[in-house]
């Protein structure tokens, strides 16, 4: 008898043994599962990142340009500033000239 209790609690035993190794096994098939799908996500994220990184050099890129050209044109801006102040001169010089001139010839008759 006491060998068929021996053998009954070693069988017992190696049945426990057993469903512990598959709980196991089980348990780093859902481990190795997770770490791949992190594995994936984090490819994901590591692509998406490298796009954001390509999208904000070319926003830079972008914003640089921009400014290169705010300063071509507030230069420009002052240029023509300068000659519509220069053609201001001149358009009042012109008109003193066609006053005097008015004045001069006003009825057909020169004033003295």
């Given at each position: 008898?006491?060998?068929?209790?021996?053998?009954?609690?070693?069988?017992?035993?190696?049945?426990?043994?057993?469903?512990?190794?598959?709980?196991?096994?089980?348990?780093?098939?859902?481990?190795?599962?997770?770490?791949?799908?992190?594995?994936?996500?984090?490819?994901?994220?590591?692509?998406?990142?490298?796009?954001?990184?390509?999208?904000?050099?070319?926003?830079?890129?972008?914003?640089?340009?921009?400014?290169?050209?705010?300063?071509?044109?507030?230069?420009?801006?002052g240029?023509?500033?300068?000659?519509?102040?220069?053609?201001?001169?001149?358009?009042?010089?012109?008109?003193?000239?066609v006053?005097?001139?008015?004045?001069?010839?006003?009825?057909?008759?020169?004033?003295?």
């Open positions: 008898m006491d060998l068929e209790k021996a053998m009954q609690f070693m069988l017992e035993h190696q049945a426990r043994h057993d469903a512990a190794i598959q709980q196991h096994n089980l348990a780093i098939e859902q481990h190795n599962l997770a770490i791949q799908q992190l594995d994936e996500m984090a490819k994901k994220h590591d692509e998406r990142i490298a796009r954001n990184e390509e999208q904000i050099a070319t926003l830079a890129d972008l914003v640089g340009r921009l400014a290169q050209a705010e300063i071509r044109f507030v230069e420009r801006l240029t023509l500033s300068d000659r519509v102040d220069a053609l201001s001169d001149h358009v009042d010089a012109f008109i003193v000239v006053e005097k001139y008015i004045e001069g010839h006003g009825n057909g008759h020169k004033r003295e």
